[in-house]
């Protein structure tokens, strides 16, 4: 890290985010900008490793230098330092191009701890923010399985396995069925796993309230 941009309307914090910044790495060249308009200018005016963005500034969001430090600078590390740990504020940052997000209560010591995880490659992320975006990819991940789910529920059987899940339903048994439609067991088993897995059902008796649902038969 050679030169590090620190846009931040309180003098005193803006200070103390450049020592922060410095202590973390030594010989850091940092320029200080208050407001979102002086910003932008210094990142259309100079190159930078490193920027500690904060997001209520007077003029306007810190998200907008994210932005730009990201469209115009790609190797350029923009990192949100800010009060705000809500959603509303973490993802559109994120989606902006923020390489990291630190809230600003931590003690000093953390903060270059956290700043100096990136000369690993690592985004620096307050512990707080670190569980809420794991939290969110994971509800991400729990929802887009029970969406996948339902599609597949949706999606319908074969009329193949119609006609075996109505026979399941009525309790032929697996050879029964098997004989029926002079199918190996092995095949008319096949089905039933399917069956199962687009109806999302675990059990014969699942199974046969879903048949009833679906009209195949009486019960």
């Known amino acids: 890290m050679k030169s590090a941009l620190v846009i931040e309307d309180l003098p005193e914090i803006r200070s103390w985010l450049a020592e922060v910044a410095r202590e973390a790495f030594p010989g850091l060249r940092v320029v200080e900008a208050a407001r979102l308009d002086e910003g932008?200018?210094?990142?259309?005016r100079e190159s930078f490793d490193l920027a500690l963005i904060d997001l209520?500034?007077?003029?306007?969001?810190?998200?907008?230098?994210?932005?730009?430090?990201?469209?115009?600078?790609?190797?350029?590390?923009?990192?949100?330092?800010?009060?705000?740990d809500d959603d509303e504020h973490l993802f559109p940052a994120l989606q902006a191009g923020a390489f990291g997000y630190l809230l600003k209560e931590q003690p000093r010591e953390a903060l270059v701890a956290q700043l100096l995880r990136m000369t690993q490659g690592e985004p620096p992320l307050s512990p707080p923010i670190a569980r809420r975006v794991l939290a969110y990819f994971g509800?991400?991940?729990q929802k887009r399985e029970a969406l996948l789910r339902q599609l597949?529920?949706?999606?319908?059987?074969?009329?193949?396995?119609?006609?075996?899940?109505?026979?399941?339903?009525k309790g032929y048994t697996l050879p029964e069925v098997a004989q029926?439609?002079?199918?190996?067991?092995?095949?008319?088993?096949?089905?039933?796993?399917?069956?199962?897995r687009k109806l999302d059902v675990s059990?014969?008796?699942?199974?046969?309230?879903?048949?009833?649902?679906?009209?195949l038969v009486n019960l």
């Not at 932005?67 to 800010?82: C, D, F, N």
């Not at 949706?154 to 899940?165: C, I």
């Not at 439609?181 to 096949?190: C, D, E, K, P, W």
């Open 40 to 44: 932008l200018a210094c990142v259309e």
């Open 56 to 84: 209520g500034l007077p003029d306007g969001s810190g998200i907008d230098v994210v932005s730009a430090l990201h469209g115009r600078q790609p190797k350029a590390l923009p990192v949100v330092v800010t009060i705000y």
């Open 139 to 141: 509800d991400a991940a």
């Open 152 to 169: 597949d529920k949706d999606a319908g059987l074969t009329e193949r396995e119609t006609e075996v899940l109505q026979r399941v339903a």
């Open 180 to 196: 029926q439609f002079g199918l190996s067991r092995h095949t008319v088993a096949t089905h039933i796993r399917q069956i199962y």
């Open 203 to 215: 059990s014969r008796a699942e199974a046969t309230l879903e048949a009833a649902r679906r009209g």
